[in-house]
Every structure is written in structure tokens, then in C-alpha cells.
């Protein structure tokens, strides 16, 4: 008589757990950026020309598609799919390694009585190399959007930046806004989604769930708008140079252009790609990453 042998499923550790939080964060990110796409089309003419997108988000919508039909509002999916799938990876496994290693630093007991420091911290860490990884796909993104006759596409796109620009003023004069709009915004969204998880489990609610992310959307802004504008086209002297240039012709106002696409867009990134993230971890096993809320 066969004898029935029953398999317990092993969880995964190191490398094998860490690629598992990397594939999931790369396909929440990548999907989620990719589908808004059209509103980042929009945020970004709106940034870049002020005096044809006027009238909103959705009179620019509608600007778009008569003057240069619906396929316009996919100018620059691909390195937008491709970079955001890359930044995903870097972001979300990197915060879950680097949480793990500030909670073994200070020991766990400091750990819960510090988590939104730790929280704050290991997802800042991991955006900053996130961000690295990210500026040449989202230089050429913004140049794929604010001149359609740059190139076709993702690949030859690239290829000219890096031809006549180089890698450091093509790729990466964006580097300073980039930074400053994705650290306070990633850095909210873990923090905020983390101690709105640990309300939940206490049953205590949670309707401010993205305001944080929201307020860190409005903050970044100023950021957001001086990276579309120096990746742009090239220009002359030094990047801190070219930067504070822009900021001073732009003034406050000008500065926070393009604000109600951003917040909609932060809204809708935020939500589905912590629901995105949390069900394919399940879905690949990975659910042992180390938590540290206060029971």
C-alpha cells in the first residue's frame, strides 16, 4: 500500500526572498505607472507649456487628442513601463532589505519604539538608489513628451540622448529634482502605509490612508516640475546653474504646474501598488518579511 507523503512548502530566505519583493515591486510599479501614463502625458505638457495647456487636466486631455490624436497620450510609455518596473524592483526590495538591517542594528525592542524612523529611513535609503536607477528612463521620457519629434521611441530615444548629451548632463542633470520629489514621497508612502496597516489590525480605522502621500505629493511638486524642464532639451553650464535659472523664471507659481494631474496620479500609484505588491508577495510566497508594529 503507497504510503501518502504530505510536502510542507519551504519559505524562501536571502537571495531567493529578496528577488521574490524585487519582481513584485518591478510588476506593481511597471503596471501602474505604464496604465497612468496619459495623465503623466498631461502633467508634463502642462509643465513644459503653460500657455497651450492652460485650462486644466481635463481641457488638456481633450487639447491632446484633437490636435494629435489618442496615441499621443502614450508618447514615452516604454521608458516609462521599463523604468518604473526597474525603480520598483530597487524600491520595494530594497525597503524591505534595509528595514531588516536598521531593525538588527538597534535590536527590536528600539526598533518598535523607533519604527517610524526605521520606516522613514529604510525607505528613503532604498528610493535614493531607486532614483539612480530611474533618471535615464525618465530623461528620456520627458524628452519623448515634450518633443515628439525626437525620436520613436524608448530605444532611439536613448541612444541620442546618450550620443550627443553624454550620460551625465543626458541622463542625469535631473538628478537633484528627482531626488527631492521621490525621497519625501516615497518616504511618506512606506511610513504612512505602514502605520495605517498597524491601525487597521487594531481596529481603529483609517480614513486618512494617503493623505501623507498627498502632502508629500504638493510638497515635491516645485521638484517634479524643474526635473521635466532641464530634461527638457540640453543646455549650457553647470546643473545647480541651469536649475536655479529655472526656478527663478518660473517663480512660485509656475513652479507647482501641473499639481491636480500629480496629486491624481499619486493617489491611484499609491493605492493599487501596495494592493498589487501585497498579493503577488502572497502569491509567490514572500510573506515572511520582518514587521515591527506594536502589538
Not at 531593525?103 to 524612523?117: F, L, M, P, S
Not at 513628451?145 to 530615444?157: D, E, I, K, R
Not at 501598488?273 to 502572497?282: E, M, R, S, T, V
Not at 509567490?284 to 514587521?291: L, W
Request: one cysteine or more; charged letters at 20%.
Amino acid at each position: 500500500m503507497a504510503s501518502l507523503t504530505q510536502t510542507t512548502a519551504v519559505e524562501p530566505k536571502g537571495v531567493a526572498l529578496y528577488a521574490r519583493f524585487a519582481l513584485a515591486g518591478a510588476i506593481g510599479c511597471g503596471v501602474t505607472h505604464g496604465a497612468l501614463t496619459p495623465v503623466d502625458v498631461v502633467k508634463t505638457r502642462i509643465q513644459l507649456d503653460n500657455k497651450t495647456y492652460n485650462k486644466g487636466m481635463i481641457n488638456s486631455f481633450g487639447k491632446i487628442i484633437r490636435n494629435e490624436g489618442a496615441g499621443a497620450l502614450l508618447t514615452g510609455f516604454g521608458p516609462t513601463f521599463i523604468g518604473y518596473s526597474i525603480q520598483g524592483a530597487f524600491k520595494f526590495a530594497g525597503y524591505e532589505f534595509w528595514k531588516k538591517t536598521l531593525i538588527d542594528y538597534v535590536g527590536q525592542e528600539n526598533a518598535v519604539k523607533n519604527r517610524t524612523a526605521i520606516y522613514l529611513v529604510g525607505s528613503g535609503i532604498a528610493e535614493f538608489f531607486a532614483s539612480v536607477a530611474l533618471c535615464p528612463l525618465e530623461a528620456t521620457r520627458i524628452r519623448l513628451v515634450s518633443q515628439p519629434t525626437f525620436a520613436t521611441g524608448l530605444v532611439s530615444g536613448f541612444s541620442r540622448i546618450l550620443k550627443e548629451d553624454g550620460v551625465m548632463r543626458g541622463f542625469y542633470s535631473g538628478f537633484g529634482p528627482i531626488i527631492f520629489k521621490q525621497l519625501p514621497y516615497t518616504m511618506a508612502k512606506f511610513a504612512v502605509q505602514e502605520r495605517a496597516a498597524e491601525a487597521i489590525l487594531k481596529r481603529v480605522g483609517d480614513p486618512d490612508k494617503l493623505l501623507g502621500c498627498v502632502v508629500a505629493a504638493i510638497v515635491s511638486q516645485p521638484a517634479d516640475t524643474l526635473l521635466s524642464k532641464i530634461n527638457k532639451a540640453s543646455g549650457t553650464g553647470s546643473i545647480f546653474t541651469r536649475l536655479a535659472g529655472l526656478a527663478g523664471e518660473l517663480g512660485v507659481r509656475g513652479l507647482f504646474l501641473g499639481l491636480g494631474p500629480r496629486v491624481v496620479m499619486v493617489g491611484t500609484l499609491t493605492a493599487f501598488q501596495f494592493a498589487i505588491y501585497g498579493d503577488l508577495k502572497k502569491a509567490f510566497g514572500a510573506t515572511n518579511s520582518v514587521e515591527i508594529r506594536k502589538s
